[in-house]
């Protein structure tokens, strides 16, 4: 990974933060306002609802097969690669838009499939703002088709940047309008919000000189291309948003609050692995496409090993230090208003379950769009329905079977998902000749033992100043917790300039460079 590419992965990240801070202070507000109830129950599950249907129908195609099909196109074929884009948005849209239609009218039938154990008083105000916030599902498949459309034209910090404004307006309205329009005037706000995702992008596409077409021809041999791939890659994406779905509905049965738990500390997980994940490969996917069309696939692997080497070094102890951390952090971000100690402690139990899962789920980002850039789509197909067929069991067992609590709910995808990701690893690394070489197994390895020494630096840490400390203000609090964590970062750092890590030290250097310059 060379220069360049730290400086714009490091701007990505910074902008992905604060757009993820965003989403957590709107989902603190959000429980502040309506607890971990019925009404709290019933607006995650309507507004996860429509973009869970674009994720299954579109999410993958939009990105992983839309950006290397359109790379055939930027460099030697500008104004077919226009034609083609707009084509692609085109049928995107109206597909999308024809299925938030149907399932407006299917509110009832689509709320008792994904909450079945819910009271009739939750399903009802659930498919009340589901046919108001369906056709976000068509906001999406426009916002996502032209951010894949600015990423191909090497623009990273504007798609970026577009979850901001919306994240922004919902706090805006639980602030200012909520007492007022209440749940039905969130459920607008959320509508609202999607639609300026994609207001916000269309000066910055003019301005890169992209010309939209209303054209539907779906013979066009870009579009023929990405139906080759589509199903499988779908497929292939369904990890994430199918899982959630099993997990909140298999949830369901487990009482008042238990789908709120799931569903927030769900999307916890998620910023905490987004942060990197994302960041990373909303720049090195595009790269790595264009990297797959050459012969020699020396640069290919290399981006590849690079991306599994800063797993290892930041992921790893951020899911040690967030399972370690995560009845303080939860217990502080949410516990107000109407979101009692007891809510606090279910959610707690819930992350806890998903912490393994941050790196499981960027592990498997990472190689499944290495498979992606190379058009090949079989092997993240089936590691995915393995995926998905586990955590349907596992969950079921712990509900249905055992007495063992929400915690192992999460814990059963985070679980299934590691598994399937290190399969995948092994098989890629087979069929790429060894892409896992000596270096990056030794950078996993100090990754671990790094891990080990922050955790029981944090564990110890905790016990002597934040068990102590349980009758502070929320400041003092934050502090406690802020203290603890630094000082986990610099036992984990000094361990690894101790070990000599790779990635270590390549960062090291880096910043006494930027440094000695600035002097």
Not at 109 to 133: C, D, N, T, Y
């Amino acid at each position: 990974m060379n220069r360049k590419a730290v400086k714009t992965i490091g701007l990505i990240m910074i902008i992905i933060l604060l757009s993820k801070l965003l989403g957590l202070a709107r989902d603190m507000f959000l429980a502040g306002y309506y607890g971990s109830g019925q009404i709290l129950d019933a607006f995650t599950t309507a507004s996860d609802i429509p973009l869970k249907f674009f994720d299954l129908a579109f999410g993958a195609a939009v990105t992983s097969t839309f950006i290397p099909v359109y790379n055939t196109y930027i460099n030697t074929k500008r104004d077919e690669g226009f034609l083609f884009a707009s084509r692609f948005i085109n049928i995107v849209f109206l597909v999308i838009s024809a299925v938030s239609i149907i399932g407006i009218f299917f509110s009832n039938q689509l709320v008792s499939l994904f909450i079945p154990g819910a009271s009739a008083e939750v399903q009802m105000l659930a498919a009340k703002l589901l046919r108001i916030m369906f056709p976000a599902a068509a906001m999406a498949g426009l916002a996502f088709s032209m951010i894949s459309i600015l990423q191909s034209m090497g623009e990273f910090t504007v798609p970026a940047m577009i979850s901001l404004f919306p994240n922004v307006l919902m706090i805006g309205y639980l602030i200012f309008f909520n007492e007022r329009f209440g749940v039905t005037g969130l459920a607008i706000a959320f509508l609202l919000a999607w639609v300026l995702q994609v207001l916000v992008q269309i000066p910055f596409i003019m301005k890169k000189g992209f010309r939209y077409s209303l054209s539907f021809r779906i013979n066009d041999p870009g579009i023929k291309k990405i139906s080759k791939m589509v199903l499988p890659i779908l497929v292939s994406s369904w990890v994430t948003p199918v899982s959630l779905f099993i997990l909140a509905a298999i949830a369901s049965y487990l009482g008042e609050g238990a789908v709120t738990s799931i569903r927030l500390s769900n999307r916890l997980y998620l910023i905490l692995a987004g942060i990197f994940v994302f960041a990373m490969m909303n720049y090195l996917f595009p790269l790595m496409s264009r990297q797959a069309l050459d012969p020699d696939t020396t640069e290919f692997k290399e981006t590849y090993r690079r991306a599994f080497e800063n797993l290892c070094f930041f992921i790893l102890p951020l899911s040690v230090g967030a399972l370690l951390l995560s009845g303080d952090v939860i217990s502080l971000l949410y516990e107000r208003g109407r979101f009692t100690a007891e809510a606090s402690k279910m959610m707690a139990v819930a992350f806890a379950g998903f912490t393994p899962a941050i790196f499981g789920y960027s592990l498997y980002e990472i190689t499944s769009k290495a498979y992606y850039a190379g058009k090949k789509v079989l092997v993240p197909t089936i590691i995915s329905l393995a995926t998905l067929i586990a955590t349907l069991g596992l969950s079921c067992l712990v509900v249905f079977v055992t007495d063992l609590g929400i915690g192992f709910v999460s814990l059963s995808f985070s679980v299934s998902i590691l598994i399937s990701s290190i399969i995948m690893v092994f098989l890629f690394n087979k069929e790429k000749k060894n892409i896992i070489e000596s270096r990056s197994k030794l950078e996993l390895i100090k990754g671990l033992a790094g891990s080990a020494v922050m955790g029981t630096s944090v564990f110890g840490l905790r016990e002597l100043l934040i068990d102590s400390s349980l009758s502070i203000t929320f400041w003092g609090r934050f502090l406690l917790i802020l203290a603890v964590v630094i000082l986990g970062l610099i036992f984990y750092l000094g361990s690894m300039a101790v070990m000599k890590s790779t990635t270590f030290m390549y960062y090291f250097r880096w910043v006494k460079e930027k440094s000695g310059r600035r002097k």
